[in-house]
């Protein structure tokens, strides 16, 4: 053990917080909570008989901790779950989805309220509803809704006063606020019909539109009576499609989960006013150590604390991990909720029915998993065999890095690495270079300078693997690979071939990809290896190049975006990002800040006097320009 670490295990509080376990490298490996860090960490450290396999192995790899004290275990939980997704331990259980899920939201903060699909939860006064687990199905309750319920959908948060409404008026798709066609109080009535929709109530809503109907019959408006019945007539198709999965009527999460090997499929289901609205599935993985009741206990913490939404009762499988955890888990649920949630384990009735089921839905989404994996497997493995024949490759090329330059006119010029292992993308070693050496659109050069940094740093880790200096895993460059491919012909073959040489590492077989026909050229042979259209292993290639060719633009447009963007404001000591934000969003640009007043910028919020004369001073230029602009204007 380090001794800089036994000093911290010496010095650890006896207070509830997080801890964070580090490998050699510095990288997080795993991330825990305690009620009491000083008796949880210090557990890690004694007899080794008592740990299961993979706990020791964590152990063994542990060179540095972190500790991060909170106010309660309440608060530890939440910063577990928000560490976990930051760092993607590798010893911690991982929900590995992130996915953002659409929402409907109804925009009550407006005079004329809209219904838009949104992805991102505001606090703005709107009312959401979801989250839903599929966008199309979102997108037809929208269409059906804008059916039922003629409301405007212009863009504008206001709609523009106008003298003719547009076209979706005279169809009956809108109600013409603009115009002052609709009076307020009867557009809110039709928000009030959707928001009811929304929350389930749908034969409320039914029973208010049936009445309405009625009354509009009695009243001779038999126009009204007919749109009044085309919506009691949609409607009903609605709700014959739902399938009633619970009497009460209730909110409910349905968990339960299938292990296979090495590998658990949780599966959800979200069922909302007694009606399977959707459901979902997640893999997780490095499971086998584990109990069933840990694997759920680790689900219900990670998915909730990402999650915007709280049922009011969440039906398990199998029991959390404690008592300790599941009351803690549940005063996280209740403050997430701002109401009352139950955490049930049923174990008779129709609720025990309902897990059952999801169950076996686990069970089946796991099979249909693995057989696909299996399929792809096969297949692509069969494309590896393929390339090494067409290749005449000694060994199969089980790892292919292929290269790529992106550059305009030679600006922010960039490189990708990008990897496949077994036919299949290993996307957790793809590397991105910028080019340091290089000026000008020279790709030879640049892909030169990208071969030489690749396996020099092989060359340095291999060493230091070997004195003991550095985990192999940790190791990023250490691998070689069977095979390299460089996006480009002759030249960016000849250039790279040349920096593998003067690295020592030319042994590994190089072909250069030509862009327009797909031909790989070999140094040794002046013509073309042509892969048979339609083939596997030309399939593969084709995936590699275009998967090296999407990174590196990526990469290069996130940089040429930063450039065009980056702001006069960048590098005025004292102006960081917020106060960069606030005066930008005061002022709306850095032209205007120029020609403000010290007095105009010291009354933004986080600004002072002696800050407004430094901005002034490093946008002097900037003024004088635009002052001698002005004046040639007005000569």
Not at 490 to 496: R, V
Request: hydrophobic share 40%.
């Amino acid at each position: 053990m380090h001794i800089a670490l036994q000093e911290k295990l010496k010095s650890l509080p006896e207070k509830p917080g997080v801890y964070l376990y580090k490998d050699e490298a510095g990288q997080v490996i795993y991330v825990g909570k305690a009620i009491n860090l000083k008796n949880r960490v210090r557990s890690y450290f004694q007899s080794s008989r008592n740990l299961n396999a993979k706990t020791q192995a964590l152990v063994a790899r542990i060179c540095d901790l972190e500790t991060i004290v909170t106010d309660s275990e309440l608060e530890a939980l939440i910063l577990e779950c928000n560490l976990i997704k930051e760092h993607k331990p590798r010893y911690n259980i991982m929900l590995r989805d992130d996915k953002t899920y659409p929402y409907l939201k109804v925009t009550l903060q407006e005079t004329y309220p809209r219904l838009l699909i949104t992805r991102r939860l505001e606090k703005d006064g709107a009312k959401y509803f979801g989250p839903y687990t599929s966008a199309g199905a979102v997108r037809e309750t929208v269409e059906l809704l804008r059916t039922l319920f003629p409301l405007r959908t212009c863009s504008r948060r206001e709609p523009d006063r106008r003298q003719r409404p547009c076209l979706n008026h005279h169809i009956g798709r809108c109600l013409a606020p603009c115009a002052g066609r609709v009076p307020r109080r009867e557009y809110m009535a039709l928000i009030g019909s959707i928001v009811a929709f929304l929350e389930g109530k749908e034969e409320e809503l039914r029973k208010r539109l049936q009445g309405e109907m009625e009354e509009a019959a009695e009243n001779l408006e038999f126009e009204r009576a007919a749109t009044l019945r085309n919506r009691i007539r949609a409607l009903d198709q609605v709700m014959e499609k739902q399938k009633v999965f619970s009497t009460d009527l209730a909110d409910q999460d349905v968990i339960a989960m299938a292990r296979g090997f090495n590998q658990v499929c949780v599966q959800i289901f979200f069922i909302r006013g007694g009606k399977l609205l959707g459901r979902e599935h997640y893999i997780l993985e490095g499971t086998d150590e584990m109990d069933r009741s840990e694997v759920i206990t680790a689900f219900v913490k990670q998915y909730y604390s990402r999650s915007d939404f709280v049922p009011r009762e969440i039906l398990l499988q199998e029991p959390l991990e404690s008592a300790e955890e599941e009351e803690l888990i549940n005063r996280f649920l209740r403050e997430k909720r701002q109401g009352r949630v139950e955490l049930r384990v049923p174990k008779r009735g129709d609720k025990l029915k309902l897990v059952e089921m999801v169950a076996k839905n686990a069970l089946l989404t796991l099979e249909q998993l693995q057989n696909e994996q299996q399929r792809k497997k096969s297949m692509t493995e069969e494309a590896v065999l393929d390339l090494q024949r067409y290749l005449g490759l000694d060994e199969p090329p089980w790892r292919i890095e292929c290269f790529d330059i992106s550059n305009t006119m030679g600006k922010e010029s960039v490189a990708s690495m990008v990897v496949f292992e077994g036919g299949a993308p290993k996307k957790s070693d793809y590397r991105r270079f910028r080019i340091k050496t290089v000026e000008g659109p020279n790709d030879f050069a640049s892909m030169a300078e990208v071969l030489t940094r690749r396996f020099n740093r092989a060359r340095e880790e291999a060493r230091e693997v070997d004195a003991g200096h550095l985990d192999p895993m940790s190791a990023k460059f250490a691998t070689l690979p069977d095979l390299v491919i460089v996006d480009g012909g002759k030249g960016q073959l000849s250039s790279a071939r040349e920096a593998m040489a003067r690295t020592g590492y030319d042994n590994i077989a190089t072909y250069g990809l030509a862009k327009e026909n797909e031909w790989l050229f070999h140094e040794s042979n002046p013509d073309p290896i042509i892969l048979p259209r339609g083939s596997r292993a030309l399939y593969l290639i084709q995936r590699i190049r275009d998967e090296a060719h999407r990174f590196a633009i990526t990469y290069h447009r996130q940089l040429r975006t930063r450039a065009q963007t980056a702001s006069a404001l960048d590098g005025i000591a004292g102006i960081g990002p917020k106060r960069r934000t606030a005066l930008l969003r005061h002022f709306g640009s850095v032209k205007a800040i120029a020609a403000a007043t010290v007095a105009q910028l010291a009354a933004v919020e986080g600004m002072t006097e002696a800050l407004a004369e430094q901005v002034l001073s490093a946008l002097k230029p900037l003024r004088e320009n635009g002052q001698a602009g002005n004046a040639e204007k007005s000569v």
